[in-house]
């Protein structure tokens, strides 16, 4: 036992190492990309990101999780999940080949053509490591994760800037995704050291499917709506409208859920373990829900005040019409830790049927402000965006209230303070960098006021429960 919690408790550390490195080096690396590349690369792929991401949710969502989740598992699943596997990737990319033609001219850009079916070949790369990671998954063996996605997130992107100073234009952007691919498939077979067997059993396979079809079903519905609106917004304005929206969103994306998603990984286990102790629970979630807000809420404010000098100095000047997507989307942003919070306190309590129903209604809810916002324009899709966040969060706290009698007004009386600090650290920031004119200073001035006054005032009255935050980090 001791031995599973060490293993344990250090799969949580470079969980964490992973979660946070990774996505700083891609991020900075693509602030690099963008730099050299265009809007309207950026479109070209965005355009297309549907298709895979459903593809690769097919081939990657539910025997991965199979595999972990069989207690008996052998040689023979695992084989026969890596044949099933690269054999339905496959057929997938046949099917993106043979369609990418239609892709084009759904939206009138020739050049998909191309990039669809050599973009499509990481779904086959991808399915070559599926048994591979499920392996390390099942020792929790994090570190050797990591290193491989360091590795390959920064050789590739090094390679995919090379690739755009060159002048490749949207093609940096393919061969970097497959040059990432290929790294992970010569890394994790090589760290494995695990080759597939002869063997193959379509006993096992619709076994391991009844278990992984529900994390299928579940992922597609997600992945579908999570890009619907790079669909909308490429088939109905231009590829540099895309292309500003899909950095805006990767932006506001990356502030809020990299922080938040060590705590969300830690929520659901923990609360897990008190699902019959109502009041230990609330006690618990109380403190999660005060830490998500004290750190996100103002990380979220900043971006939005110091979003022009930000794109202007790091993103060039032709990147200024994502200024206020960034902005907006930083509101629309700024509820989620908050709203999946509630969900994992569902899934804590065993209502799955309640987190599949919620989800349900979301989309649905999403559906239809998509189609009502969508003849207004972009910024009109993006305010529904906003509007659709609030929605959601109302919604999500209604059963929390119902299974735990901490809801909606509960939750936000709780994080007024936090809010109201917030808002006022956004308004020292705008007042102080009104009457800068350069561009560098606005942004260092602009973070170092507001993240020394935001801490200080949180610390001085405690809100938030910051005074925690140091035995949280040293627990962890």
Do not use: C
Request: glycine letters at 6%.
């Amino acid at each position: 036992m001791n031995k599973l919690k060490q293993k344990a408790s250090s799969g949580f550390i470079w969980s964490a190492v992973d979660r946070f490195s990774v996505q700083v080096i891609q991020l900075t690396l693509g602030l690099f990309l963008a730099r050299l590349l265009t809007p309207s690369d950026y479109g070209i792929i965005g355009m297309i990101t549907i298709f895979v991401a459903i593809s690769q949710t097919i081939v990657n969502r539910g025997y991965g999780a199979a595999l972990v989740q069989k207690k008996n598992r052998d040689e023979l699943d695992f084989s026969t999940i890596f044949y099933s596997n690269v054999l339905i990737s496959t057929l997938l990319f046949l099917i993106l080949y043979i369609i990418a033609p239609v892709i084009a001219n759904f939206y009138n850009q020739p050049v998909l053509v191309s990039v669809t079916r050599v973009f499509s070949i990481s779904l086959i790369v991808s399915s070559l490591v599926t048994v591979q990671r499920a392996r390390l998954i099942i020792k929790l063996d994090f570190k050797t994760q990591t290193k491989i996605s360091l590795v390959s997130s920064t050789t590739s992107g090094v390679f995919g800037i090379f690739l755009a100073y060159n002048g490749f234009g949207v093609w940096a952007l393919v061969w970097m995704n497959l040059a990432r691919r290929f790294i992970e498939v010569i890394a994790l077979w090589f760290y494995t050291k695990w080759l597939p067997r002869k063997g193959f059993s379509l006993v096992r396979l619709k076994l391991l499917f009844g278990f992984g079809s529900k994390l299928l079903v579940s992922g597609l519905l997600d992945t579908i709506f999570n890009n619907i609106y790079l669909v909308i917004i490429g088939k109905y304005f231009n590829t540099a409208s895309l292309g500003y929206y899909t950095r805006a969103q990767q932006l506001t994306s990356f502030t809020s859920t990299t922080p938040s998603g060590v705590i969300q990984r830690v929520a659901f286990p923990v609360m897990s373990e008190m699902q019959d102790d109502d009041e230990k629970l609330v006690h618990s979630f109380r403190k999660m829900i005060k830490l998500s807000a004290l750190i996100i809420f103002p990380l979220m404010v900043g971006l939005a005040l110091l979003a022009e000098p930000f794109v202007r100095v790091v993103l060039t000047e032709k990147w200024i019409e994502s200024v206020w997507m960034v902005q907006f989307l930083s509101f629309a942003m700024m509820w989620y830790p908050i709203q999946v919070l509630n969900l994992e306190l569902l899934k804590a309590k065993g209502r799955s049927d309640i987190f599949l129903r919620l989800e349900i209604i979301k989309k649905v809810l999403a559906a239809v402000i998509l189609v009502i916002s969508v003849p207004f324009g972009i910024k009109a899709i993006i305010v529904g965006q906003i509007v659709l966040s609030y929605i959601a969060l109302v919604i999500n706290t209604h059963y929390t209230k119902k299974i735990i009698d901490y809801g909606f007004l509960q939750q936000m009386s709780d994080l007024f303070k936090v809010l109201l600090l917030s808002m006022a650290m956004g308004a020292i920031i705008y007042f102080l960098i009104a009457h800068i004119p350069n561009d560098g200073l606005k942004l260092i001035i602009g973070f170092f006021t507001g993240t020394l006054f935001y801490i200080s005032l949180a610390w001085l009255f405690n809100i938030g429960d910051i005074r925690l935050l140091p035995d949280f980090i040293r627990q962890r």
